[in-house]
RNA sequence: GCGCCAGUAGCUCAGUAGGAUAGAGCAGCAGCCUUCUAAGCUGCGGGUCAGGGGUUCGAAUCCCUUCUGGCGUGCCA
């Protein structure tokens, strides 16, 4: 918020001085204090345009700008830096407005209420989900409770491919193992079909209700039922899964719905009259090289069945028929591939192709003691969601997924997220909470704690350390908005632990409830307790709890 | 071959969208609990930001190029 409020003081002075500010200019915390709280570059981005040297225009803010009192110091420094260095007052102002806000802190309208989808997860329902689908899980979900928080209108979906070949392959898999229960030898599973202990569990589970009564029905009809069956088992327990994660999703959509309704009839002949499909080896092609993909792309395969790519653009569609104006996929690695037809499909239509946006997530590493542990979905070989939430919980797994940047690839170290000390990030910040509730219960106790805080008790944080906490739960806001609209969720994990840090590092050299000196001890604890609102919000944004006691 | 992503301290990673002397945690070493939670804190060492060019007041960040690693390059999804 000060960062704005400097923003605001800065433009009011070039407008004064009829500057034209034309470019954005910024206004940071400097990474060494001798050049004060924030500094801003606007002298030096805006200088030409005006036609002045940086250093004159810098000089003329500011004397323009020491109007205000809510500097102590102003300097210009290097080529035109101007450092703002600010009064204890306006930090205790601020610091104030931050307790009075309570958990609606950094709540803004900055998205306008701007539609946006966020899909992901999207996984194939044919088996448990996977530790990739957890990270996309955990980020997807964060950044929307993010966007919603900063005033978007985002939405959550999950798109079901319950109609592709895969499923069918479940279906062959099941009926498998169905007969090997009931007697039959069936020689070598098959390397396609699906190998993992679920797909046994299921055909156990059938055969307990249904037994040999599946194979009398006819051919078509078992698969159908298989396919159902299996289906909904598996549905359900992804959804049982993201829920056990803190994971709801505003919408399931259904590949083989949209099949019933139609939707992919329609697509066919929206391309057909762009004029963008041909036919070839007896195949329907879209020629998606004439919109920047590297090759066409089959629509109809020669068997007159439909690829993946018709009903997943027909859905994309939807998206847009139902008014969202920003579509965010968010992709695992292995599909970068696909995004070119897909773009390509959007600009054959004549739909801006920016409105669609794909994240990759990078691939996800487990370790265990210092080993990658190896996963192999076909052979039925992989750590499932379940299996490392109920290892390491769902905070520790959150924090490990949400700290790490989208692009890069997640090295996720199993014993170091179950490990209780400082070297696990997630225990160190919620310690910093905990331990914040920890002093003011017994200040509490020591009847050290006012009936309700007032705003001039702020005056006597004086302290750098307490100064600096200001500074940076005052940051809250303007991070939260770059967080939405730079899709970083990563940014809130770090910020947190360097509150924490901050925290830590100010109860050990501090005491901050203190029976011999009451005016002290309650500016102290009024700061702790606006900085516990903070973890309390950020915490609730990345989906962790926030234990008072450890 | 082509495309996408990555390469920052011994390890895991940040680096506020071009800013000032590149930061943290871990690991290593040395310290701190009759006092609000030691799940914490303090100090010390550690760098050719993969290499090389360029753009400008200024580059880890932008452009070109080389190298290394991951992924993709199906009428799979």
């Not at 797909?199 to 249904?210: G, H, I, P």
């Not at 005056?459 to 806001?477: F, M, R, S, V």
Request: proline share 3%; hydrophobic share 40%.
């Amino acid at each position: 918020m000060i960062k704005q409020i400097l923003h605001d003081h800065i433009i009011e002075a070039l407008d004064k001085l009829k500057y034209v500010h034309d470019k954005d200019f910024t206004v940071e915390i400097p990474n060494n204090t001798e050049f004060g709280d924030y500094s801003t570059n606007a002298a030096m981005v805006l200088s030409k345009t005006n036609k002045m040297a940086p250093k004159d225009m810098a000089t003329a803010l500011i004397k323009e700008l020491k109007k205000n009192k809510n500097f102590k110091k102003i300097e210009i420094a290097g080529p035109g830096f101007i450092n703002f260095f600010l009064a204890p007052g306006f930090y205790h102002q601020v610091a104030w407005d931050i307790y009075e806000q309570d958990l609606e802190f950094g709540k803004s309208e900055h998205g306008k209420e701007e539609k946006i989808l966020l899909e992901f997860v999207s996984a194939n329902p044919t088996g448990p989900l996977n530790i990739v689908s957890a990270r996309a899980a955990a980020f997807g979900d964060t950044l929307y409770r993010i966007m919603k928080y900063v005033g978007y209108a985002p939405a959550r979906e999950f798109y079901i491919n319950d109609a592709g070949n895969q499923v069918d392959i479940l279906a062959e898999s099941l009926e498998l193992r169905l007969r090997e229960i009931q007697g039959e030898k069936i020689g070598d599973f098959p390397y396609e079909a699906y190998h993992g202990e679920y797909v046994k569990q299921l055909a156990q589970k059938l055969n307990s209700t249904e037994g040999v009564r599946i194979f009398m029905m006819t051919e078509k009809d078992r698969i159908d039922h298989l396919k159902e069956f299996a289906l909904s088992e598996l549905l359900e327990m992804q959804r049982s899964s993201l829920e056990k994660f803190g994971v709801v999703f505003e919408g399931w959509v259904s590949e083989k719905t949209l099949r019933m309704e139609g939707v992919v009839e329609e697509v066919l002949s929206y391309l057909t009259e762009a004029d963008c499909t041909y036919e070839k080896d007896d195949a329907i092609w879209f020629c998606s090289t004439k919109y920047g993909d590297d090759k066409d792309r089959v629509l109809m395969k020669s068997d007159g069945s439909i690829t993946y790519f018709v009903p997943d653009l027909a859905y994309h569609l939807t998206k847009i028929q139902r008014g969202y104006t920003q579509l965010i996929d968010i992709f695992g690695p292995d599909h970068h591939g696909y995004v070119p037809r897909l773009k390509a499909a959007f600009k054959a239509l004549n739909y801006d192709d920016n409105m669609l946006e794909i994240i990759f997530l990078q691939q996800v590493n487990l370790f265990e003691s210092g080993e990658r542990v190896k996963m192999s979905k076909r052979a039925g070989k992989i750590v499932t969601m379940d299996d490392l939430v109920s290892v390491v919980g769902k905070d520790a797994a959150r924090y490990f997924f949400i700290a790490r940047k989208a692009n890069a690839h997640l090295n996720f170290d199993l014993e170091l997220a179950l490990k209780r000390n400082n070297e696990n990030p997630v225990y160190y910040c919620q310690y910093a909470h905990a331990r914040i509730c920890s002093i003011l219960k017994k200040a509490k106790k020591d009847k050290l704690m006012p009936k309700a805080f007032k705003a001039d008790m702020m005056t006597k944080l004086t302290k750098p350390e307490e100064l600096a906490i200001i500074q940076k739960i005052a940051d809250l806001p303007e991070m939260l908005v770059a967080i939405a609209d730079y899709r970083e969720p990563h940014r809130l994990a770090n910020y947190v632990e360097e509150l924490a840090a901050m925290l830590h590092k100010y109860y050990a050299k501090y005491q901050i409830s203190n029976p011999k000196s009451k005016d002290i001890s309650q500016a102290r604890l009024l700061l702790i307790d606006a900085v516990r609102k903070i973890f309390v919000i950020s915490f609730e944004l990345m989906g962790i709890s926030t234990p008072e006691k450890m």
